[in-house]
């Protein structure tokens, strides 16, 4: 392992670079390592803490956020895969006039319990109701199959994609 | 949680991505979508010292149907594949390996080339070509070449690329209308590694007869392997429950399961079995409807 | 003032604590940055028993960025390489002579980065001399087997406890009387609580003052307090644990980690604040395991009625004795195991073991270690159906205490508060549609089908507890509330329990609402700090309810006593002519003649009758007279499918009685989760070993957590019997389906083969084992 460290140090090309990302509609730019991780550029670099870590092994998504509206795990993206892009976290999701739907579903379905899970949970809804305006439950716990919550069960939070649905449908 | 440190480049085209793959060799990595090399950098099972992203190279994209063939470009995500109405009928089994790869999230970023290339025994993709007889293309210091998918998988995560070897398109041959596919996979949840999958290709002749099956198994062998035996039994034979249980046993046969977490060698070829039995039977299906 | 609508007990008040966390604005211990701070990251062994020869720490100390290296040794100067556990044992904190499970804290690494930490990590050179692993505890107790706790003094083998709980004498006479004895041997496995938070801390030691600020997953903070000033000799007044925001806690976040301990230690030497985050694979494979119970039971049933129980355990207690429970019981609560059957003897007898694993045991909603006890005797009776050729149903109803018979004693010596068991059983079989389900199940298996119906009728024990049974570490288990009302009517509760998504921010202003009328909204609940709150025992075993929860209602009315003579003063009349109703004090006969709550409140300010001490505030400290007892019953169908042995629950049915509901959306909440989990550990989850003591479940590839697509919808009922001795009638009910419901899965995978023969499936019961089960009996396609 020394001797990979040393390598990286000697062997010609950037152990770093510069970036500029877009972050809820915000430009940032900063010089970070290239082996920094997207989850932790947001956390540590920018102090968006409503991103979480949960596991080491890509597998329980607390830590998605949207790519170019796509939601990905940001424990599995590298930061400079992000450098021209747009990345949407939770604190993005609010608009100028107040919650989001989805937040407010959240809310009033009870669909959180300790919150870990909740940013990302609410950020793949949000992707899923831009593609499809009317998910059936099938296709609500097919979309967030990739997550995992351990104290609500699911239920609620199926329901509160229902609720956030029906809002958006009647333009609320 | 922490990857080592490594170099980091983003060639804008493919013959600059071969170039820094040769230029620093063994420890040099390709990065597509990265849902399966950043996982094993972040554990230190891997540390390559460079990697080459590849995200920016635009002739990689694209799923488009070519004259005789259907072309799925390095950059294909999982993602795109699940949604493509190319990938229904004659490539069924194809559309219907997409969608259980994995979970949602990684398929928005993992690719088909990535998956191949990483030649994991469990991986679905590998089967799914196998079953569809597809073959790759590889770009590399010396030229391009097309290799068949049974002779790009040589063991567990090896292939027979060279390391300074870039994968720029799968390349699925038109087997005609009259085909069906299927992928039967046993996960113990989203996410996990398959217990056991199939894949399946029916491709009937005008008489309604197999005039080619292809039969490819997940996660009981060191690669991704082909029934052949399995395969050559269905050759010429009349569709149906017969003809697939026998299918269905030697290819139980030609599986090499071991044993884990997930069950014993029995279990598995049993799983294999059935699976394969449904498969044909859905694949068959689909090709008869689609005539 | 105008008396403002108010929503107490009943009502599904939506949670104040969302506010923050929808908008990504939760303050976990990680969020949290401080100036100078320090990372740390801990070295694992390898192996699951092996001496250590030598550690070189040379390189990684001089890797850039680094500023410590701890090891064994250095923690062992300070006196802290070994700490006491919550069960009397000593556990180690950095591994000095031996390691003793695999993924055992060796040295830690303080960086500036996290990243600078990992690669210094790697340089840590550890010789290992390997012995052999002790895996399982039956060959810890085996002849020959090596001895783990060779450091301990005293300790000649791996035997940890011996505890006997009933009459062995008239259980002996039961069996020998019995007409029928039903058995079962079953092994409720290693699992994990894995909250999606993992644990850690940002232990800041100020130089200058000497005050350590500690901000912790606690679900413990006084008690966590307390043991620090007892292990680290630090001044008890220096020390403040915060617990902040917790990504679920589920016990796991109960024990005093080896990482909470070396930040500490880091932190006090080097002057500035060191942050611990676990990785995902350090909180499965060291911290806080669950279960890993070895049961053999037996029912003595004599014309159709259970005379006695006999239960032998042993328990594989990993490394260290480190179970958090009270200290009177070595095996928890285990012997509620008659659960909700009238059974006059039963005796239970069990036994503990070291092997070489993590320590634990106590975790997992287990409500200390009800969860293996329910699950044992809910096996039980569903095979004793089987055996006598009773309806299941039919069976635990003959059998169950009745409604008349409460307050019931155990043959375990449990004092039962209140139930009405047959009551839930009906509502349950009558959602479920029970008996077309059994006619639909034979129709099914004609036409090759394999269906079926598991239930489960559970009785929990909660709200720990009486201080003449019940103390952790000699802490009584009292529970504590301070409410203070200011001027304008607004109100601060501060209690001794600490929430990790429970929703007592918005449960507990509902109970001072309930007493005071004064709206949820205005009552701001805080916890976790232990210098702003008052001492409790934390929240765990579903006892903040109980406990805390009590404390709150009788504050609340001790304020209220004190508000009626306020209230006396300015309607200028005598406290016996007043009556209250929802938040205002009015004049027998006079109803507009009145003053508000916030009148009374504005009044302890401003317009004291003479003699009457300022504020409306006060705290108690409520020692609860006994356990609560919230059960019920659930029902699960399942199919099976042939080819493969994968089955799934096409409906679950539970019916749940946890006495008072204070937030019924909140309690379904609870209740949706731990059915998850239960639904989870029958199915999936497993922290196994090889024979090498190689942990296999140490990940999220390995753990399997159930995502929303397998995860079936319930469908919930209730039933409400209040508890007799909790001043509002409530029970607690956080960790009641995770107790209850693994029985029911099992049972309706059983149920699905019973009629060839089958009466047991181990957990996980994963579709291998199904599949074996299903062509051994010729049941396979």
Known sequence: ?172 | MYPARFTYFVPASVGEAVSLLAEHGDEAKVLAGGQSLIPLMKLRFAAPTALVDVNRIETLRGIEQKDGYLRIGALVRHKECERSDLLRGRYGVLGSAAPQISDPLVRNLGTVCGSVAHADPQGDWGSALLAANASVVAEGPSGTRVIALGELFVGPFTTSLEPAEVLTEVRVPDPGPRTGGAYLKLERKVGDFATAATAVQVELDDAGRVARAGIALTAVGATNIRAGRAEASLTGAEPGHEAFAEAARLAAEEAEPVADHRGDAEYKRNVIRVFVERGLAAAAESARAAA | MATPTVRGLGHSVERKEDARFIRGKGNYFDDIVLPGMLHLELLRSPYAHARITSIDTSKAAALPGVVAVVTGELMAQHNLAWMPTLSGDTQAVLATDKVRFQGQEVAAVVAESPYVAKDALELIEVEYEPLPAVTNPQQALGEGAPLIRDEKEGQTDNHVYHWEAGDREATEKAFAEADRIVSLDTHYPRCHPAPLECCGCVADVNPATGKATIYMTSQAPHVHRTLFALVAGLPEQNIRIISPDIGGGFGNKVPIYPGYVVATAASLLLGRPVKWVEDRTGNLISTGFARDYHMHGELAVKDGRFTGLRVKMLSDQGAFYADAQPTKFRAGLFHIVTGSYDIPAAFVETDGAYTNKAPGGVAYRCSFRVTEASYLIERLVQNAAYELGVDPADLRMQNFIQPEQFPYVSATGFEYDSGDYPAAMRLCLEKLGYEELRAEQARAREEGRLLGIGLASFTEVVGAGPAHTYDIAGLKMFDSAELRIHPTGKAVLKLGVKSQGQGHETTFAQIVAEELGIPPEDVDVQEGDTDNTPYGLGTYASRSTPTAGAATAVISRTLRAKAQKLAAHLLECSEDDLEWNAGRFSVKGAPDKGVSIQDCAFAAYTNMPEGMEAGLEGVHYYNPPNMTFPFGTYAVLVEIDRGTGQWKPLRVVAVDDCGVRINPMIVEGQITGGLTEGYAIAAMELIDFDDEGNCIGANFMDYLIPTSWETPSFELGETVTPSPHHPIGAKGVGESATVGSPAAYVNAVVDALAHAGIRNLEMPVTPDKVWHALNEAGLAT
């Not at chain 1, 970070?32 to 092994?57: I, N």
């Not at chain 1, 993005?92 to 379905?109: S, V």
Request: with cysteine.
């Open chain 1, 1 to 172: 392992m020394s001797q990979t460290i040393a390598a990286a140090e000697t062997a010609a090309g950037p152990t770093t670079r510069r970036i500029a990302v877009s972050v809820n509609g915000e430009d940032r730019a900063a010089e970070v390592e290239t082996r920094l991780l997207l989850v932790h550029f947001l956390r540590q670099t920018l102090g968006l803490t409503g991103t979480h870590v949960g596991c080491d092994t890509t597998s329980c998504g607390a830590c998605t956020v949207l790519l170019d509206g796509v939601p990905v795990k940001s424990c599995t993206v590298l930061a400079v895969q992000a450098d021209g892009r747009e990345v949407t976290t939770v604190e993005g999701l609010a608009r100028p006039e107040g919650l989001h739907p989805i937040q407010t579903a959240f809310h009033e379905e009870h669909g959180l319990q300790c919150g870990y899970c909740t940013p990302g949970m609410m950020l793949t809804a949000t992707a899923l109701l831009a593609e499809n305006a009317d998910p059936s439950e099938e296709e609500i716990r097919w979309a967030l199959s990739g997550q995992i919550c351990r104290c609500t069960g699911y239920q609620n939070i199926v329901k509160a994609v229902r609720s956030a649905a029906a809002a958006l449908r009647e333009g609320r």
